[in-house]
């Protein structure tokens, strides 16, 4: 593919077999061309040109995004054990990072609508979870505790 750039404005653009095409581009790459940049530049400038020119209903995307496939219950909370059983392994930068990415997690298993938790229950399940998230505040949190509270909370949802 070669490229070039004409005096209108316009990029010619060069392809093996089908002949030649000129786009015109916005003025910023037509500026960059007669500013003295290389060769180089004005086959970026056409590429960056034809990529702006496919469509978008062309580009191949996931037909079912991961987060509209809701996973069961029961690998959630399989999910979260994985998680607390590396925490021990983690650094102590590890241990942090892996902590504000559990807690999230833990929170959305506590206001699940599909789990039955009496009131009481739900004030100790929150009650836990703050303590939780001040102790994943902290400089340096501990993760042998957050580690207790976590498992029990997540026994307590694989029971609801």
């Given at each position: 593919m070669v490229a070039g750039c004409e ?12 002949g030649t095409q000129?786009?015109?581009g916005?003025k ?5 061309c007669s500013s003295?940049a290389?060769?180089e530049?004005a ?13 978008y209903?062309?580009v ?5 995004p991961l987060a ?6 029961h690998?959630?909370l ?7 059983a ?8 590890g241990q942090t ?8 997690l833990l ?9 039955r938790?009496?009131?009481?229950q739900?004030d100790?399940?929150m ?8 102790e994943t505040s902290r ?19 694989a029971?609801?």
């Amino acid at each position: 593919m070669v490229a070039g750039c004409e005096e209108d404005g316009t990029h010619s653009l060069l392809t093996i077999g089908s002949g030649t095409q000129s786009i015109r581009g916005p003025k910023r790459w037509h500026d960059r061309c007669s500013s003295g940049a290389k060769l180089e530049d004005a086959v970026i400038h056409a590429l960056a040109i034809a990529v702006d020119a496919i469509p978008y209903d062309n580009v191949p995307r996931s037909r079912w995004p991961l987060a509209s496939v809701p996973l069961p219950r029961h690998e959630r909370l399989d999910f979260l054990r994985g998680m607390l059983a590396r925490l021990d392994d983690a650094t102590p930068a590890g241990q942090t990072y892996m902590m504000t990415k559990i807690l999230p997690l833990l929170r959305r298993e506590a206001l699940d609508p599909t789990a039955r938790f009496k009131s009481q229950q739900l004030d100790l399940i929150m009650r836990s979870l703050d303590e939780l998230e001040h102790e994943t505040s902290r400089i340096s949190p501990n993760a042998v505790a957050f580690d207790r509270t976590a498992q029990i909370l997540v026994d307590v949802f694989a029971l609801a």
